[in-house]
């Protein structure tokens, strides 16, 4: 068996994006053990890292051994009971998952539907709200990575606030990249990937719970529906540490490695100066494809700055370009998703891959590829 | 923020095993998209690779993006429908969570149990599938973490099958580290995790179902309750080359570089050399432990060469010596479980940790610590 040997690649699709070397080498240190002091020590430092990314207080705030998807199915299978009404706000794909995980868990789903490529309409909400008062809880994706469009999260928890629900927020391509505030804009409940503004590689995710999402886990008339995602058995692991935790599963060791250094790099360059980046970044992307006559498919107030949904000219096929950048380049770019299936581009700009070299490498190889 | 630096450890716990530096190594090359051309070939290679180590031809062989207690939970909620009746043979603390899955599904559950220490008696299923013909599933642990006992999942399946019921084993702790025959055995799904004889860095797991199995899934009155572990999802995910894959999640892509390695270094040895290895090195640590005046709970007949409980002598506390052993030579021994607790150790001698130099290193460092 020949021994796997990637082709390194510059990574700028919607996710993983480029894993900065510092990370990739603190994922291969030695292997300890899940119950180790050390280890231990470690767990209490990512809990205390992702309070200041997320922008909390919130005593229950862990990592999830197990992916994005998996921290948006944690947050519906804690918060909903079979028969709850949960308003799900979709405008792309993953506004269409959190719909999926409700009607798997029996709740009772209340759609708010905008078109793909725009944001939530508050006013959807409200009026959704207003015809349907028994609302538990209301869930909406802040960064949309199927269309690269941002959603009004602080205007959208407060309306949801007004009505008495608890929030759930889908940031798995916000965090880092945008402002997200989780005390101050009311989230009950939020949660991010590793592979996107964090940079480091996918696998795992983080999630945190506010003190009155806890009080509904704790006060369910049924056991969660999933024995691995129930936050009352992550707390006792997560919890305490040497003698005081309560085993549960063997955390992914080494990738929680990667998911301290990964936090560490981002507080040492600090929330703000990541958001900013990212936008400057963004600009500078936008100018270039401005300049090889492309555009965006979202409208300038609602773009994500790390995630950026390009129009495909009418007479160019863009699977072949993406495939020549791949090839040529070793540059990836996304493709579209739904709706936006062979009609964009996804350029991800996230975490380590919002630098100034990507940007030229980009444009001046989209140039090439264009050109046939 | 200071870097973690672990301290390097021989681990003889329960799992995690030592990592071969070959699958560490592995694990920290540059990270590409989930659906490069390049990670969907080797996606291939790695059920390739998991059906020559299950024994199996099944197509449903794939590796879970999550720890070994997700793929347990995938197993029942994929092969269970609310109201399914269910025997879960219980031994140990996973067979108990294999029945703790049946209720949070709705399942009916029957719980045929044996003592802890003890392997499941075949004669106990027979009884139990007499009185209840309508079970539908039978669910057993191959190799029992928590007590170090082996049951014979051979006769056990042979007898589940005789009532015409589908079996679930769960083999985390055994594959690599004893004989598992998933076809010859007549098992429908079989998992396994990473961690343990395949000595690979913990965070995801081996999963593979019969046409059999698929087949239940596929006639499901109900949809699968977990999005993250349907199996039809999934396979559409793992499923073709290139342009064939549905998107699903975001595979883990370097941990997905360790298993390809691990599934490589065990193919390499050769499953039989590997089990021969485990059962000699397993000898050594016998003898080693008996010169130190020291026993096994297990009935010799029905041990687990890689999972070893020993009992801690009445005067002795069985923590202090384990702080010591890790402390002052850097060893991690495992501590008992439930009925266990505080009253033995265990040794885990799997993967990578069953070699000569680990027994060594065991037996002195625990003759000087339990010389006080």
Same mark, same amino acid.
């Given at each position: 068996?020949?021994? =796997? +040997?990637?082709?390194?690649?510059?990574?700028?699709?919607?996710?993983?994006?480029?894993?900065? *070397?510092?990370?990739?080498?603190?994922?291969?240190?030695?292997?300890?053990?899940? !119950?180790?002091?050390?280890?231990?020590?470690?767990?209490?430092?990512?809990?205390?890292?992702?309070?200041?990314?997320? !922008?909390?207080?919130?005593?229950?705030?862990?990592?999830?051994?197990?992916?994005?998807?998996?921290?948006?199915?944690?947050?519906?299978?804690?918060?909903?009971?079979?028969?709850?009404? /949960?308003?799900?706000?979709?405008?792309?794909?993953?506004?269409?998952?959190?719909?999926?995980?409700?009607?798997?868990?029996?709740?009772?789903?209340?759609?708010?539907?905008?078109?793909?490529?725009?944001?939530? &309409?508050?006013?959807?909400?409200?009026?959704?709200?207003?015809?349907?008062?028994?609302?538990? /809880?209301?869930?909406? /994706?802040? @960064?949309?990575?199927?269309?690269?469009?941002?959603? &009004?999260?602080?205007?959208?928890?407060?309306?949801?606030?007004?009505?008495?629900?608890?929030?759930?927020?889908? +940031?798995?391509?916000?965090?880092?990249?945008?402002?997200?505030?989780?005390?101050?804009?009311?989230?009950?409940?939020?949660? +991010?990937?590793?592979?996107?503004?964090?940079?480091?590689?996918?696998?795992? +995710?983080?999630?945190?719970?506010?003190?009155?999402?806890?009080?509904?886990?704790?006060?369910?008339?049924?056991?969660?529906?999933?024995?691995?995602?129930?936050?009352?058995?992550?707390?006792? $692991?997560?919890?305490?540490?040497?003698?005081?935790?309560?085993?549960?599963?063997?955390? *992914?060791?080494?990738?929680?490695?990667? !998911?301290?250094? @990964?936090?560490?790099? #981002?507080?040492?360059?600090?929330?703000?100066?990541?958001?900013?980046?990212?936008?400057? /970044?963004?600009?500078?992307?936008?100018?270039?494809? =401005?300049?090889?006559?492309? &555009? =965006?498919?979202?409208?300038?107030?609602?773009?994500?700055?790390?995630?950026? #949904?390009?129009?495909?000219?009418?007479?160019?096929?863009? @699977?072949?370009?993406?495939?020549?950048?791949?090839?040529?380049?070793?540059?990836?770019?996304?493709?579209?998703?739904?709706?936006?299936?062979?009609?964009?581009?996804?350029?991800?700009?996230?975490? $380590?891959? @919002?630098?100034?070299?990507?940007?030229?490498?980009?444009?001046?190889?989209?140039?090439?590829?264009?050109?046939?």
């Amino acid at each position: 068996m020949v021994a =796997f +040997s990637p082709t390194p690649r510059t990574l700028m699709g919607p996710g993983p994006s480029d894993v900065h *070397p510092r990370i990739l080498a603190s994922m291969s240190k030695p292997t300890i053990g899940h !119950l180790d002091p050390e280890f231990s020590r470690l767990m209490e430092d990512i809990k205390k890292q992702m309070r200041s990314v997320f !922008l909390t207080e919130n005593t229950y705030t862990l990592p999830l051994s197990a992916p994005g998807s998996a921290a948006m199915e944690s947050a519906f299978v804690n918060l909903v009971e079979p028969g709850d009404k /949960v308003v799900v706000c979709a405008n792309g794909v993953f506004g269409m998952r959190m719909a999926e995980n409700v009607r798997r868990i029996g709740g009772e789903l209340v759609l708010v539907e905008d078109p793909w490529g725009e944001p939530v &309409d508050p006013e959807k909400l409200r009026e959704a709200l207003k015809e349907h008062p028994d609302t538990k /809880v209301v869930s909406m /994706v802040h @960064a949309e990575t199927s269309t690269g469009v941002r959603s &009004d999260v602080k205007e959208l928890c407060k309306i949801a606030k007004s009505f008495g629900c608890l929030t759930i927020v889908d +940031s798995v391509t916000g965090l880092g990249g945008v402002e997200l505030q989780v005390d101050a804009w009311h989230i009950d409940v939020a949660y +991010s990937g590793t592979q996107k503004c964090l940079s480091a590689p996918p696998g795992i +995710s983080l999630i945190t719970f506010s003190e009155a999402a806890a009080e509904k886990v704790k006060s369910r008339n049924q056991p969660v529906q999933s024995w691995f995602l129930d936050l009352s058995l992550l707390m006792a $692991y997560w919890d305490g540490d040497g003698g005081g935790r309560t085993y549960h599963h063997t955390a *992914p060791v080494n990738a929680m490695y990667g !998911l301290h250094e @990964a936090l560490a790099m #981002l507080l040492e360059e600090g929330l703000e100066s990541s958001w900013n980046r990212h936008a400057r /970044v963004h600009k500078e992307l936008a100018n270039g494809l =401005f300049g090889l006559g492309l &555009d =965006f498919v979202v409208a300038e107030e609602h773009r994500l700055p790390q995630l950026n #949904l390009i129009k495909c000219p009418d007479e160019t096929d863009e @699977a072949s370009i993406r495939k020549r950048a791949l090839e040529d380049f070793n540059l990836e770019i996304g493709s579209g998703l739904g709706v936006f299936a062979g009609r964009v581009w996804r350029i991800g700009l996230m975490g $380590y891959s @919002a630098r100034k070299e990507n940007v030229s490498l980009c444009i001046s190889a989209l140039k090439e590829c264009l050109a046939g």
